[in-house]
């Protein structure tokens, strides 16, 4: 038996993973954590019967605490809660499904206490990847990469060593807005970024995916994960999703993951690494499928990935300005306060005003984030 604790269940990697869970009787959850969503983290209590369970607000946690008082789980709120989660003594993995830096202070505990970690958090490595992965290496820990991206570059380096790399291949769908000018984007709807043509995610994703922000999120996270360099990592448009990414050796061998866009299968295989279990679902059918395209992205029009690239270059705290920038334009945009160009106009007015800290401790990256926030708030307020 497997214990697990997931941080962000109530959200789409959390959801899924539960759904790996409920599928593979072998696992079990030990803690659960989410953000306010108390109706849905209540249903999770009961089905799965968590040791512990955390709230983000101490609002929703005394809540939550009426609700389930019939059950012998303990409820705990804000960070505090997010630690003691991290570190539970009957967990050895933890399941990173936050959203946001908020992730980066528990995946720190969590190494520390030795869970291993499957990853789905970004912004824990793009942000701190220079204090993570280092940790990880001195506590035996492993990283486990949830992002299907990501997998699939695990999976295709299995066994082969990592001197013989050559390139990455980083695929990208191209998002719902593939193929427009920059023109066309001015005019861009918070319904039109929202509708993804081959994935289901929550909201935020859904629209770094549409900005190719996301891309440029993954690029500086697989250097970290796969200690390579940023040269080394191209980006390569796949509008089918089928090929999840490869890795092209010396010898010019191409390794690939394939498979049907289904964050389940990049979960699973992180639970329960270096097995591989059955799974139900859809498989890949070349003769309906017919083809496989590819494409260079449109870095001109899709500026966020060149900006992501910049930063990772300039690295430091500059990742971190990119980070913070995304995510507070990206909010902005979805409650309709600023147009759809203005998401990266933010990103690369925050870079180009900030002065870079070279190699920043967490207090440092969480001072930096806020600071982003800030002048993001009084610049959107000036209007």
Known sequence: MKKIAILGSTGSIGTQTLEVVRANPELQVAALAAGNRVDKMEEQIREFRPLIAGMWSEEAAADLRSRV????????????GLLEIAVLPEAEVLVTAIVGMIGIRPTVAAIEAGKDIALANKETLVTAGHIIMPLARKHGVAILPVDSEHSAIFQSLNGEPRERVEKILLTASGGPFRGKTRQELAD???EDALKHPNWNMGHKITIDSSTLVNKGLEVMEARWLFDVELEQIQVVVHPQSIIHSAVQYVDGAIIAQLGTPDMKLPIQYA??????????????????????????????????????????????????????????AVGLFLERKIRY???????????????????????????????????????????
């Open 69 to 80: 008082a019939d059950l012998p789980v303990r409820i705990v709120s804000g960070m505090e």
């Open 271 to 328: 639970l329960f690494y270096p097995d591989r279990k059955p799974m139900d679902g859809r498989r890949v059918d070349f003769f309906a499928l017919g083809q496989l395209t590819f494409e260079q992205p449109d870095m001109e029009t899709f500026v966020g990935l060149k900006l992501a690239y910049r930063a990772a270059r300039e690295g430091g705290s500059m990742p971190t300005v990119f980070n913070a920038a995304n995510e507070k």
């Open 341 to 383: 160009p203005e998401i990266t106009e933010l990103i690369q007015a925050s870079m180009e005003r900030h002065r870079t800290i070279a190699d920043p401790t967490v207090e440092q990256i969480l001072e930096t984030e806020s600071e982003v926030y800030e002048w993001i708030r009084e610049k959107i307020s000036e209007r």
């Open 188 to 190: 861009i709807r918070v």
